[in-house]
Structure formats: structure tokens, C-alpha cells
């Protein structure tokens, strides 16, 4: 885990603290304290533009990654530091349907429905809105200001510094935040699980809003997205997209959370 430096700046609400951390290039973060020495942490991330997709010549790249096209996220949100650990499944939810063995590795064998669940129960606990990131969300907070194949450049060579993957997983996932962090602060975007987003999948984006996009209206599966500890390099790219129906629960399939920005973080 990434060492803190960091002062507590205001208790907000029972269990919630914010944080400053680093001196650098200040990030501000939020822990909930879940109980039982469990925790869920949040980065901020900025309002900001960026170029959405992979451009037609990118190494693995799909028609339904492209055209690149400019993505307005109009409002900063706060969102989940590492993927969702099995403990923090438990503590909000009181089970554990992972199949690898590890409290502090991403729950996975959870559906799209499963997600909402959590999202709702921690919404209930944290009296904080807790959802899943819309795709576009996701994406921005992937790509950490980048626009190459990875959060880090384009070669795949340094992957492994940042992903578990195909190459170096040993087939199956790995304790959240081992790997090194994207700009933003984030960890394990790329691979270890797909996390699921809010969005129905559809093959092209090409008509949806350039500002705040939530998605089709309708389709029979919703958003996956970074790839997982079982998939190549390219399906780990920050523009991969992929849809699974909402009641899949597979072993390679986790999410992350968010959290709308609540008043003192803006
Ligand atoms: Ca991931």
C-alpha cells in the first residue's frame, strides 16, 4: 500500500475523515472507517475534459473503442482508491462470494446487481451517494491525464510494474494496491479484476452527450472495463470496453466504487 503522509483536516461525518496527502502534488482523500480495523478509501478527482477511446491505429484497439472523442466530466468526484476487497464486502455486506481465498484481494464472483447492492448499503452506512463510476468516469479516472495505451505510456513491457495480468498473475488475483499507482492516485485499473461501471454496454459510444454521458438507454448487458488477471495486455488498455449480462458473476469480475462530492471536499 502506498505509504501516507498525510494530516486529518476534518472529522465530516461519524467515521469519515478527509485527508491531504503528499506535499508535491497534494491529493485529497476521504477514509470511512467501516469497523473492525477495516477501511474504504477514496481519491478526488478533478472536473476536467479528456479525449475518450483509442485512436484507429492503436496496438489491440476495437471499433467499439473509436473514434476518440472529447469527454467533459463537468463535476469531481470522489472514487474507490483499489478495486473492492473481499473484507470490505463482508463488512457491508456480511458474505463473501469470492473464489480465490484473500480478504484483501477484490471481491469477484459478483454480478452487476450484486454491486448495486453494495452501493446502496454503503450509501445507508456512510450517508454518502455511493455508486458505481459511469464509463466515462472510469475512463478519465484510468487514464489519469494520459492519452497512450496504459495510465504510464504505451509499451507493454511495463505493465507488470503496474497490472496483474495474463503474463504474471499465476492465474488468479492479488491483494488491492501491490502494483504502482496511476497519476490520480488510483490502483489496479489495469487488470487483477474487471470492475463493473453504471453504463448499459452497446457496441459504439458515437452518439452519446460529450458532457457527463451516462450510457445507452437500454441494453441487455452493462459495462466492464481494465481487464483482469486472466487477459492479455490489451484487454488491460485504459480504452478497452467490454459488456457481460448483469447477473454474470464470474471469477474475473469485481467493481470499484464512487462517491458523489459532498459538501467540504469541493
Ligand atoms: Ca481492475
Not at 32 to 52: C, H, R, T, W
Not at 165 to 176: L, Q
Request: charged fraction near 20%.
Amino acid at each position: 500500500m502506498q505509504k501516507i503522509i498525510s494530516r486529518i483536516l476534518l472529522v465530516l461525518l461519524p467515521g469519515l475523515v478527509l485527508i491531504f496527502s503528499g506535499c508535491q502534488s497534494p491529493k485529497v482523500q476521504l477514509v470511512y472507517d467501516l469497523g473492525n480495523g477495516v477501511q474504504i478509501e477514496f481519491v478526488k478527482i478533478p472536473a476536467g475534459s479528456f479525449m475518450m477511446g483509442s485512436p484507429d491505429n492503436e496496438a489491440g484497439g476495437y471499433m467499439s473503442q473509436s473514434p476518440v472523442r472529447k469527454v467533459e466530466i463537468s463535476k469531481p468526484f470522489l472514487m474507490g482508491k483499489f478495486e473492492v476487497t473481499q473484507e470490505q464486502y463482508i463488512a457491508v455486506m456480511g458474505k463473501n462470494p469470492s473464489y480465490f481465498s484473500g480478504l484483501k484481494n477484490p471481491v469477484e464472483c459478483v454480478s452487476w446487481y450484486d454491486a448495486q447492492k453494495f452501493c446502496k448499503k454503503l450509501s445507508e452506512i456512510t450517508k454518502m451517494q455511493v455508486t458505481l463510476p459511469t464509463e466515462a468516469q472510469w475512463e478519465y479516472a484510468a487514464r489519469g491525464e494520459s492519452q497512450s495505451r496504459f495510465s504510464f505510456g504505451d509499451s507493454e513491457n511495463d505493465l507488470g510494474d503496474y497490472c496483474w495480468y495474463k503474463d504474471n498473475s499465476g492465474d488468479k488475483t492479488h491483494p488491492v494496491g501491490q502494483k504502482k499507482p496511476n497519476k490520480f492516485g488510483l490502483y489496479d485499473m489495469h487488470g487483477n479484476v474487471w470492475e463493473w461501471c453504471q453504463d448499459y454496454y452497446q457496441d459504439s459510444y458515437r452518439n452519446l452527450a460529450s458532457k457527463d454521458p451516462k450510457g445507452p438507454s437500454s441494453s441487455t448487458r452493462r459495462l466492464i472495463r481494465g481487464g483482469s488477471w486472466s487477459h492479455s495486455a490489451s484487454y488491460c488498455r485504459v480504452a478497452n470496453r467490454y459488456g457481460n449480462v448483469p447477473d454474470n458473476r464470474n471469477i474475473g469480475n469485481g467493481f470499484r466504487v464512487c462517491v458523489v462530492v459532498v459538501s467540504g471536499l469541493d
